[in-house]
Every structure is written in C-alpha cells, then in structure tokens.
C-alpha cells in the first residue's frame, strides 16, 4: 500500500489530499478561523436547562447554543466541575491533581436539573462541530490526545486499543503507563504506541500534560464564553493521527509550510523527515496529482465507475440515500453474475466515497437486486471489509429483502460538499451542466460499451470542432485518440462538426448511419 499526502496551499485555505496507491481517499479544507473544532475546550454558560431532553443548552460563543446531554457529562463530572470553579477563583493554584480531593461519581440515570443550573460555568469539549441548523455538540468529559496517548483526567484506568493483539506488548504498555503516569490521570494507549520506545510515550505523556497546565492558566479568572485550547491545525492532527511507516512521500507547495511540518515530524518522528517533498512544479499541485479530476469525479450527484457502472447520491437533512446502478457495465455473464460483480465494485466505492465525503449519520444503499443469499452474505461480508479503513465509527446492517444496505456512520462535521456543475458555455450561465472533465469519460465508456460489448465495427466519432482537437492533441502516440486505438485495439477516427453543441456527440457505423444508444 502506498500511502502519499498532498498538500496545496492556496490564498483562501490549505487544502489536503490523503492518497492510496493514488486514489483520493480524504480530503479536508484548512480555512483560517477554526473555531468550534472538533477537541476545542471552551468555558462555557449553560443557557438553559431542558427537563424533556435531560440536556441543557451551553453558550460557548457560538450563533448557536450548543447541546449537552446529561449521558455526555461523564462519571468524574462532579470532579471537574470543582476544580474548574477552584481555578477560576484562584483556590486550585496548581493543574496537578496529586492532592485533589475527588469527589463522587456521577449517576448514569440522574437528571440534569439536579447537576447543573442556569448562569453556572462549565469547562466543555467540542464532539461534534456546527452542522446546519444545529450548534455544536458538547462532551463535558474533557480528554487530551496526542499521538501515542489520550490523557483522562479526573480517572485511574488505563486501557489499551483493541487493535494491538499481542498480549506482552499489551502488558508491556500498561505497566509503563502504571508507573509514569500522575495520580488521578487515565490514559488511553492508542494504536500507533505499539512496540514504541519508553522516551517516545514519556514525552508524549508529557506534552499532554502540558496541555492540561494550558488549561489551568487559561482558568484563572475565566468568564464564559472563553475558548480555553484549540485543537491542532487540520495540517498537524492528520500528521498526528495518521503518520505511520505506510507512508511513501508527502508533497508540499509551500516551503514555509513544509518547515512546520519538517519541525513536528522531527520532533514526534524523527527520521521520517526524508519523505516531504517540496513541490515547485510550474502545474498546480492538485492538478499534477490528478487530484482535481478525481475531485470533479468523486463529489458529483453520478459517480462513474471503471465498468461503466455509476452511483447516484442525493443528501437529505435525514439521511444520505445511494443508488447503484449497472449502466453499460461489460464484464460478467448472465443478470445474477453480473449484479453481484457491479455491487461489489459499487462497494467499495461506496467505501471510498463515504471515507472521502465525511458522509455522517444513516446511509441507505440501494444495491442491484440478487436472488442468490450466499452473494447478498459475499456483498455484505467484502461491504465490512472495505469499510475496515474507516477512521470513523460505523455499523452496518445485512441486505434487507428489497436489497439495501442501512449504514451509520459517525457524524463530527458538515458532510464535505463540492460544487463539480460548471456554468453552461451555450447560454451564458443561466443554466449548469455536469462537469466538462466527465464528459470524455462518458465518451470513452460508450465507446467502450459499443466495440467492446456490442462488437460494432467501423465506429468513428462525431464531435463540435473544439473537442475533436481535444481528442487529437497531443499527436503521434500520446493524444486520446491513440491511448483510444491501444485500449479498443482498433481506430476510432474523430470528426468535428459544426453542426453539433459543444458538448454533443454521435457515433456513426461504417454506413455513416448513426448508432442508437
């Protein structure tokens, strides 16, 4: 697997693509104000508390209250209530928590009104960020993550990730984590802190702890709405979260970006350094990449695919609705064959797009109808297996007897949303099209489907002038037509006609007749 980060820093924001064996797998925008993020600790006033919710609405600054459930306060409330009120009077002069009384835990079926009131401050963690309508979504149990550890404060217990197997290794980690770690401090071992060194862990424990002294300062005095720590940069906690030995290469248009990065590389993985890459080429980054192509590609309401077969996705305020659907897909023999072939392509597509899009809460599916059970338990089967990348929490429900698939998947941030329609050339902008790079695609999948499936001979193409240059540039060997006559195995001549819109086209036999489609 070749993992490759590309890094396009541009006037409006930092933009970053997370490619595998050169998909585009994530994206994610950088803007400068990144306030309401998800990590951010802010200091805030409970607004209201709603008595049929069990919750309470939190100002935090934002146009909108944001939401905190009593479930989301967490056990050790009562604890960080009184070290919050203690620091902003001054009477916790210290973040250490060595000598701090702790107090009771809180029940998990008490009541709101019985734990908060209207006007009290209270130190709150960002879980999900502002989307729509809704302001952001509160966790009052504040935890601190860094690369190796999540620091808990207010708790005792270690816990390792269930994704670290070995048993030695597992109890290697919590015995260190026993002995290094303050009183009153809960650690979570994170995956990538697997077979790393004491020093590693010990200074990542300790930048952690840092925090929490950011935190206590930050306190002092404090009067709700105060944003008391920002998570990292975009650019930083995906260095943070994903950087591992799978990574080949990370590409960067900006040098002085690319010595910020070089700096926490070194600091948390020394000798990773030799894979940035600074990018100076005259060709935009994304552009150099193929990024932008599978960008128009991917986030358009029809997602092609190899085969010619496509997904449709429509987003609702309630949920994400996908549609697969079999096209001109070449390939497979006989109707059950053949859908099983088109749901899996589809599904892990679906798997890419979900991961790249950020598409959150419930998703429904509708795959090609199979008769056959054993392929609807193969659909669902390589459907988890193709998902198994998802940084983000999800579950999945088998095929339902119409053929769909329910998925949930965790939703922190505003589903990632890109306009790939283009102003039509014909009338001046007061109408859209789908976006011009799909249209030769759409041409080579018909294409495809004619000489390939249908086995149609003497195919030649008829096109407005402008696109048959398109097609013919480049010349001997290196233009569309000739990449055309190496995949077909035969010459498609391309003809430009006036008569023709821009973005029409015909095929005709060898008779001149034109080829219905």
């Given amino acids: 697997m070749n993992l490759e980060l590309v890094v396009d820093a541009r006037n409006t924001g930092i933009w970053l693509a997370l490619l595998r064996d050169g998909k585009l797998i994530e994206l994610h925008e950088e803007r400068g104000n990144t306030d309401f993020a998800v990590g951010d600790v ?108 999540v620091l808990v404060p207010f708790s005792e217990k270690i816990s390792v990730s269930q994704k670290i197997k070995d048993n030695a290794e597992r109890a290697r980690l919590k015995e260190l984590m026993d002995r290094i770690k303050p ?29 929490w002294k950011t935190i206590h300062e930050n306190l002092k005095g404090g009067n709700a709405p105060k944003r008391i ?56 980054i994304f552009e150099k990449f193929e990024i932008s192509k599978q960008i128009k590609t991917l986030f358009g309401k029809k997602v092609q695919m190899p085969s010619g ?31 099983l072939a088109t749901n899996l392509e589809a599904a892990e597509e679906i798997a890419r797009v979900l991961q790249l899009r950020d598409m959150g809460g419930i998703i429904c599916v509708d795959f090609i109808d ?10 669902f089967e390589k459907m988890k297996s193709f998902m198994k990348s998802d940084r983000a929490k999800h579950n999945l429900i088998p095929p339902s007897k119409f053929g769909i698939i329910e998925i949930t998947r965790q939703r922190v941030r505003p589903v990632t949303q890109i306009k790939t329609s283009e102003s039509c050339p014909t009338c001046n902008g007061t109408g859209e099209i789908q976006a011009s790079i799909l249209f030769a695609e759409e041409i080579e999948a018909s294409l495809s489907y004619l000489v390939l499936d249908r086995k149609v001979s003497g195919v030649s193409l008829h096109v407005h002038p402008y696109l048959e240059g398109y097609f013919k540039k480049g010349g001997f060997l290196r233009s569309k037509q000739w990449a055309w006559y190496f995949k077909f195995k035969k010459w498609i001549p391309v003809h430009g006609v006036t008569a023709l819109n821009l973005l029409d086209y015909v095929f005709v036999d060898k008779d001149n007749e034109e080829i219905p489609m």
């Fill in 370 to 379: 199979m008769h056959d059970k054993e392929n609807n338990k193969i659909l």
């Fill in 229 to 284: 720590l920002g998570e990292l940069n975009t650019t930083t906690s995906i260095l943070r979260d994903l950087l591992n030995a799978d990574f080949t290469n990370i590409h960067v248009n900006d040098e002085k970006l690319l010595a910020e990065m070089k700096e926490y590389i070194s600091a948390n993985v020394p000798g990773k350094e030799k894979i940035l890459k600074h990018y100076d080429g005259k060709l935009a």
């Fill in 183 to 211: 009183k009153n401090f809960g650690v979570i071992i994170r995956t990538v802190a697997e077979h790393k060194a004491t020093i590693d862990l010990e200074n990542d424990l300790q930048n952690l702890l840092d925090k």
């Fill in 42 to 149: 802010y200091l805030g006033r409970i607004r209201r508390v709603v008595p049929s919710l069990n919750a309470a609405f939190v100002d935090v600054g934002h146009e909108k209250d944001a939401f905190l459930h009593y479930l989301d306060l967490g056990l050790q409330y009562n604890s960080f209530a009184k070290f919050v009120k203690d620091s902003i009077h001054g009477k916790q002069n210290v973040p250490d928590l060595m000598y701090f009384k702790m107090d009771k835990d809180l029940q998990k079926d008490g009541k709101m009104t019985e734990t908060v009131s209207s006007s009290q401050q209270v130190l709150v963690q960002v879980a999900k960020e502002p989307i729509s309508t809704k302001g952001p979504r509160l966790s009052a149990e504040v935890t601190l993550a860094g690369r190796y550890l």
């Fill in 309 to 339: 077969a496509y997904l449709i996705i429509e987003h609702t305020e309630a949920m994400h609705v996908i549609d697969v659907n079999s096209g001109n897909r070449k390939g497979a023999t006989g109707q059950e064959a053949n859908a």
